[in-house]
């Protein structure tokens, strides 16, 4: 018998030429089917999945109705957005594929977070059709600071969180670390946002309020997809 993780792996490589077909990076592929393989443990395939993969293409209850490069190279358009918890394991239509893991905070203080749990709300609330998916890549210059030294220019310098829990909880958020799968992911962050149609303009000043600070002179690559859920 065929278990869930074998499907996902015999269907991964099956798939693959298919996707280079779609000038997909052979590296990027490469680096999803080893993360799609089961392991020695496995990797889990469970709703309790740290790794969150992103699917662009043709199928999905997300439609994007932007995708706009900020910085560095452009990304892949597509029209319709799928968010698996997990592995993917279906990737009809698919043009491109984003994968990260949520993890443990880096740099909030205990007040932060105590802040942040009592201000924010969840995903998926039912008056949150809105959503952007901004993938974000930072400089070798950032990567070369030691984590004091990183936590200083987000907080201290750019107050990153101070600016962000004004738009709670109007702003949902999820962020993905993609760094850590591997030298050949595209992007070293994954940032997902839920809000209203109502809160669409305070998102934006959101945005412009962070990219206006020393933190953002570290990003080298950003992308901002504009979802609206179907
Ligand atoms: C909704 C309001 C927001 C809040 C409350 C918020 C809060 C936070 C917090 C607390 C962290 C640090 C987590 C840690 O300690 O490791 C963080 C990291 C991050 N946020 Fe936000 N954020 C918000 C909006 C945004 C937006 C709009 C973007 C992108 C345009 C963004 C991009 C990032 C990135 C890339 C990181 C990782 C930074 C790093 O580790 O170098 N955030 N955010």
Known sequence: MMDSQQFAFDHTVSRRGFLRTLGMAGGLMASWSAAAQPGPLGVSNSANSRLFTFIGGETGNWSITDTRRITGDPWTPARKLTVVNGPASDLAGAKWLLRGVTSNER????????????????????????????????????????????????????????????????????????????????????????????????????????????????????????????
């Open 107 to 230: 740099y909030v203080t205990r007040a932060d977070k105590d802040d942040l749990v009592n201000r924010q709300e969840g995903l998926g609330r039912p008056d949150a059709l809105r959503a952007a998916l901004i993938p974000i890549r930072k400089t070798a210059a950032w990567w070369a600071l030691t984590q004091d030294e990183r936590r200083a220019v987000f907080e201290e310098q750019s107050h990153h969180t101070t600016i962000g829990l004004k738009y709670l909880p109007a702003v949902a958020r999820r962020l993905h670390h993609s760094r850590d799968l591997g030298t050949d992911e595209p992007f070293d962050f994954l940032t997902w946002f839920e809000f209203s149609k109502s809160n669409a303009d305070a998102f934006d000043r959101l945005l412009a309020d962070l990219r206006a600070t020393k933190e953002w002179a570290y990003v080298e690559r950003e992308t901002e997809i504009r979802l609206v859920r179907d």
